[in-house]
């Protein structure tokens, strides 16, 4: 079944820069060029909310993991956190000297990485909105920069047509990828990190290896590519595009699935849901689109099983399973029928020796984050307990 349109929101007066969905999905937040954030509600009926704060277009926004808090850049030069609720507040990072093209929440929510035309791209932790570090080696505006799935690297792309990827540690650039022929409008991390797609102005969506620092796929289309989201299998990618277009690219296969038509004008940003069973898209047309994936749910459900990564006590990732086992075993299995019997029951029962891994790995990994959430309400008791007995000593002392 192909995508459909499941519906659309109107509210913004200018062009639409950004969008991203919550965890749960239930809500969806967009960037607009008319300086407002608006968070709408996924379920029918639901008023949107419009926060006012921002003294100049919204350039980007991003919800974190959790989902409690917006992160929001824009040309008035600074960075902003939200809580998505009826009060809309906020607090404002002074964040850098020129207008702030990207934001990105590191996977566990502590870090945020922003890029800006002043041609820095910086890092800040989450809570104490602090500033840590600045990167700056472009020499151009950085137009999007994202940490890896693991929080160790960091991606980023630039008007001076290189792609950089930093090590979050050791603060330095490890590689500069070369190859684009024109701006570089945005990047992102597969699932997996093992890999990165690179979408320009050079009308081409590029991924690369970044364990050999290589190119493994290269997409050539007929208009500028503004931005990309993979699925979160990490067997599709989907991209918004200056022909008003939107495109599903088939991965595992290296070709285009899908051309969707749904904007008048250019197609300005697109991202997936965390469950990859939506995804939404702006446009310079004022409009928010969300999308039914509709993808054949076998072909990603197994894929996704084996890509949760999981957070440990000590608050280290590890990612439980390398990428697309499950896939690559669907299309291998042997179609010509010349191919012997005993290798076919050899393939199968391998096959469903895996798929019980995934499945125990699976249970294993729920455990580990049901345990997780558990850690985190026993801390925020501890905290509330903790405020309410200095308060209870204040006011004896008083």
């Not at 041609?119 to 940490?147: D, G, P």
């Not at 797609?197 to 500028?224: E, F, I, S």
């Not at 008003?244 to 300005?268: F, N």
Request: net charge neutral.
């Amino acid at each position: 079944e192909d995508p459909s349109l499941e519906r659309h929101f109107k509210g913004h007066r200018d062009a639409i820069t950004s969008v991203d969905f919550s965890l749960n999905k239930k809500q969806l937040a967009s960037g607009s060029m008319d300086s407002c954030l608006m968070i709408w509600s996924m379920r029918p009926q639901m008023r949107a909310y419009r926060f006012v704060g921002h003294k100049d277009a919204v350039m980007c926004v991003q919800f974190s993991p959790s989902g409690h808090l917006v992160a929001s850049g824009s040309r008035d030069k600074t960075v902003r956190l939200w809580v998505p609720s009826v009060k809309g507040e906020s607090t404002v990072f002074k964040a850098h000297t020129a207008t702030v093209r990207s934001v990105h929440f590191s996977s566990d929510g502590q870090s945020l990485v922003t890029a800006s035309d002043d041609k820095t791209i910086k890092v800040w932790t989450v809570h104490r909105q602090k500033f840590l570090f600045s990167l700056s080696q472009h020499i151009n505006w950085v137009r999007c920069a994202r940490f890896s799935p693991d929080g160790r690297l960091i991606v980023s792309a630039s008007d001076d047509k290189t792609v950089k990827l930093w090590d979050k540690t050791s603060r330095e650039c490890i590689h500069s990828f070369c190859e684009h022929g024109g701006f570089v409008n945005h990047v992102d991390f597969h699932p997996s990190g093992t890999c990165i797609a690179a979408a320009g102005t050079d009308n081409t969506v590029k991924v690369w290896d970044v364990r050999m620092n290589r190119l493994l796929q290269h997409y050539q289309g007929n208009a500028v590519v503004n931005s990309l989201s993979f699925h979160p299998s990490g067997n599709y990618l989907v991209t918004a595009s200056n022909d008003s277009t939107l495109k599903i690219l088939d991965l595992l296969e290296g070709r285009l699935l899908y051309t969707l038509h749904g904007h008048q004008g250019p197609a300005t940003c697109v991202a997936f849901s965390r469950a990859g069973d939506l995804f939404a898209s702006g446009g310079s047309d004022e409009q928010v689109m969300v999308w039914k994936t509709n993808f054949d749910a076998a072909d990603y459900g197994d894929v996704l099983k084996t890509q949760k990564s999981v957070t440990s006590v000590d608050g280290t990732h590890h990612t439980l399973v390398e990428m697309d086992c499950g896939v690559h075993l669907k299309k291998t299995k042997p179609q010509d029928s010349d191919r012997n019997h005993a290798q076919q029951e050899e393939e199968t029962s391998l096959a469903n020796t895996l798929e019980h891994i995934m499945g125990q790995l699976d249970v294993l990994t729920q455990t580990v984050s049901i345990l997780e959430q558990r850690l985190t309400l026993t801390e925020d008791k501890l905290k509330e307990c903790l405020e309410n007995q200095q308060k209870i000593i204040q006011n004896k002392t008083s």
